[in-house]
């Protein structure tokens, strides 16, 4: 495993996080409990949302929201190709079949404007995703939703902060999903979570995360047992209280962190301005931008991964966010999906890299990426 004197990402938890793993410790419940239904409540507030569940996963918190709606063998939804890959599995574990719609040429975010040539009579709903942490146009494709009898479901994993034209996730989804996976901007290792506005919904996915049991191991244990029922086929989504644990104190740093990676993605805007070749996904006026990852565009020669290669002879670390999900390999078995069915997808994802992007990152290291890059594009250039 290669060190990177500057890596991608380095996460920020530490003294915080171990004192409320050592509370849970010092309990009785490893489970899913009160610390569990604590973090549910801030999480909920945080999101201004009615109801929050905790998840092992946004893939599936994904999952349980389609099943929940009753999505499933026969159905389509619609959904970006620039993403990562959970986005679409999520879809083809309930049972239904991806559809995917070309993106922004400068944001990479689903292009609404397409989105309706897509529908068909077995379209049940549209699985946008917030791209890099920016918000879809969601007044769009909330209308185009209600136009067509099509539930909206967020993939809001790159987005816990973000807004636009007042909207936040799940604002115009019947949820919205997020993951705490490691290089999250908020992250228990690996962990998710929904939130919703319907109360019904909601205490359907409470159900289907635990097996459809009627009462969970923490109730059984803190209120004396009582027999319980699996009143319909359930999954196995539930959080734990240790992970709920390392989420807590978090709430306290995401609107400092936010700042400071708005600060670094300003130096790396300003350091790669004019570089030929190069290119930033563009921030839309007005909203906020939760900036999960700094990704460039490298548009031409020397090409993504002589970047990438560069980047790690020089000690800096960089990944890829996304190459274009339609054109990987079971996909195109699957699907018959070829180059060419979204170009602008295909354009944007073998020019993508992701930059390294974390709190507590200087910003003399950006100055030092961007060197880096200017110099990667001499060399290749001469
Ligand atoms: C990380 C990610 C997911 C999957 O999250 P997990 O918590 O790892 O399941 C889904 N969609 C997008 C856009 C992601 O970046």
Redesign the pocket.
């Known amino acids: 495993m290669t060190s990177f004197r500057i890596p991608f990402y380095r996460h920020d938890l530490g003294q915080a996080e171990l004192d409320e793993v050592a509370k849970v410790l010092a309990g009785e419940i490893l489970t899913t409990g009160e610390t569990v239904a604590e973090f549910e409540r801030r999480f909920a507030a945080l999101l201004g949302r009615r109801h929050a569940l905790a998840v092992t996963?946004?893939?599936?918190a994904?999952h349980l929201s389609l099943l929940a709606l009753g999505i499933g063998a026969g159905d389509e939804v619609i959904t970006t190709p620039m993403?990562?890959v959970?986005?679409a599995t999520a879809i083809i574990e309930a049972g239904a079949t991806p559809v995917f719609v070309d993106v922004e040429p400068d944001t990479g975010n689903i292009d609404a404007a397409r989105i309706e040539a897509a529908i068909t009579p077995r379209t049940q709903a549209i699985m946008p995703?917030h791209?890099y942490g920016q918000m879809c146009d969601m007044q769009a494709i909330g209308a185009i939703a209600a136009r067509h009898g099509l539930a909206v479901l967020e993939?809001a994993?790159?987005c816990v902060e973000g807004r636009r034209d007042g909207l936040g996730p799940g604002a115009v989804g019947v949820t919205a999903s997020f993951?705490?996976?490691a290089t999250?901007n908020m992250t228990c290792g690996?962990?998710?979570a929904l939130v919703t506005d319907d109360t019904a919904l909601y205490e359907k996915l409470r159900l289907w995360r635990l097996h459809g049991m009627t009462r969970s191991a923490a109730e059984r244990a803190t209120e004396g047992y009582a027999q319980w029922d699996m009143i319909q086929m359930g999954w196995k989504y539930n959080l734990s209280n240790i992970e709920a644990a390392l989420l807590l104190p978090q709430f306290a740093r995401l609107e400092a962190k936010l700042a400071q990676r708005q600060e670094l993605a300003r130096r790396y805007r300003q350091g790669l301005a004019g570089l030929p070749g190069i290119a930033i996904p563009a921030e839309r006026p007005g909203g906020i931008h939760a900036y999960h990852v700094l990704p460039i565009w490298v548009f031409g020669r020397p090409g993504r991964d002589a970047v990438i290669a560069g980047l790690n002879r020089r000690g800096i670390g960089a990944v890829v966010?996304y190459n274009p999900i339609h054109l990987m390999r079971y996909f195109v078995d699957t699907y018959g999906y070829a180059q060419g069915d979204f170009p602008i997808a295909e354009r944007l994802g073998h020019a993508t890299l992701s930059l390294p992007f974390y709190p507590g990152m200087s910003l003399e290291a950006v100055d030092e990426v961007v060197r880096a890059v200017t110099e990667i594009l001499a060399e290749n250039r001469n």
Not at 57 to 60: D, R
Request: glycine residues 14%; aromatic residues 14%; contains cysteine.
């Open positions: 996963s946004c893939t599936g994904l993403s990562f959970a986005t995703v791209l993939d994993a790159h993951s705490f996976y999250k690996e962990g998710g966010n």
